[in-house]
């Protein structure tokens, strides 16, 4: 008998050991870097909070050569600012060492007062497409710093009440992006680039959902009149701009500079110019003429978001975390505006991203939508479009010239359709 039962359970071990490499394998590869003005302490603390958290998730398995990997990226660079580190440095050295993705950890001390801030990048696309912070305003020990790192950790990732969403990233193909290489949950639909022109320009699927649009209680006592009626709408599936129509993919579908758009508008000056730089000076019609050129050109239909969708993209759709920015209640993480911008626009996606791996919807430029601007109507729910006529178009975002109050995810603007300013771009939508 007692032959029987070994042999059984040699046979139970040989059956149960590919299972376990394959769920394994199944796991992101993951390296945990933190940074911040803080010593090496808080740092070390930091790091082994994030990584039990984030292992302990289920998703991550520790790279083999984490310690040298974080060794390797310490001696390699110098980072004296808190959160400059640069992610496409980071991505190559963890392609270095065997990761997949990387967490970084980044956290502010001053006296009392503790933030941090996560973002999980991708190591083949060298942006963070997930992110999650918090602050402390009393901090008085390291525990502080450990829940701090655990509750940024659990917004990034989603994970509330011991329940966990799929990650932003796939465990497809190792020589892919987890990000623009995976699918999407909603009927196997999956980011894409778009090339017409010329151009690179990445569209993030948004699944089709429902939310309450307008002033809700994560705006605080921010809003203004026009978005106190909140309304339970539902939008479609569509694809989103990643990021804001850049000066170089407005040149090649538009064939004028920003330089030309300046003196168009009867600008003064420039502000911030480069191929990644948002595109500023541009009206609404301008803006329509642009999609209605990509769409003949590729044969898909796009157009700018009408300003339910808009609000249901910055709010991160349905990951989202509820937050008063397009990406977290810390405004200087994810966006620039007034108070971090020295007065100027600054390159795409340089800033946290939003639950949906989108960037740049509060702050930098000001972003037209498709509607007029009216009232809102209590009764118009199903995929609104805004009233039939008007004299103002809605934008929506705020901009680098403007206060953070311009910047939250339910505040609304207008301006005349045929007016350019240097604070105004756009994104693009496209119809699944």
Known sequence: M??????????????????????????????????????????????????????????????????????????????????????????????????????????????????????????????????????????????????????????????????????????????????????????????????????????????????????????????????????????????????EITQAQWQAVMGTSVYQQQSKAGGSSTYGTGNDYPMYYVSWEEAKEFCRRLSQQTGKTYRLPTEAEWEYAARGGNKTQNSKYAGGFSLDYVGWYDGNSGSKTHAVGTKGANELGIYDMSGNVWEWCEDWYGDYRSYDTDNPKGPSSGSNRVRRGGSWSHNARSCRVSHRDSYSPGSRSSGLGFRVVCLP
Do not use: W
Request: with cysteine; charged share 20%; aromatic share 10%.
């Open 2 to 243: 007692r032959k029987y039962i070994l042999t059984f359970m040699f046979v139970l071990m040989a059956f149960m050991m590919p299972l376990q490499a394959q769920n394994q394998n199944q796991k992101l590869k993951l390296a945990v870097y933190a940074t911040g003005n803080v010593d090496a302490l808080f740092k070390n603390i930091a790091q082994n909070n994030a990584s039990t958290e984030l292992v302990g998730s289920g998703r991550y398995q520790m790279i083999e050569r984490s310690t040298e990997f974080l060794s390797m990226i310490a001696k390699e660079h110098d980072y004296t600012r808190t959160g400059s580190v640069d992610d496409n440095q980071i991505a190559e050295l963890g392609k270095q060492y065997g990761a997949q993705c990387i967490c970084v950890v980044d956290i502010t001390h001053i006296e009392t007062y503790l933030y941090v801030a996560v973002r999980m990048v991708d190591v083949v696309s060298g942006t963070a497409h997930r992110a999650g912070d918090s602050e402390n305003a009393s901090y008085a020990s390291p525990v502080d710093l450990r829940k701090c790192v655990t509750e940024a950790v659990k917004k990034m990732e989603g994970i509330s009440n011991g329940t966990t969403v799929t990650s932003s990233y796939n465990s497809g193909n190792s020589n892919s992006s987890y990000f623009y290489g995976g699918g999407n949950s909603g009927g196997g639909r999956q980011n894409y680039t778009e090339s017409a022109f010329g151009i690179n320009m990445k569209m993030v699927y948004v699944e089709g959902g429902s939310y309450n649009m307008g002033c809700t209680g994560e705006q605080g006592g921010s809003c203004d009149s026009d978005e106190q009626t909140v309304r339970y709408v539902t939008v479609s599936d569509f694809y989103i701009g990643q990021f």
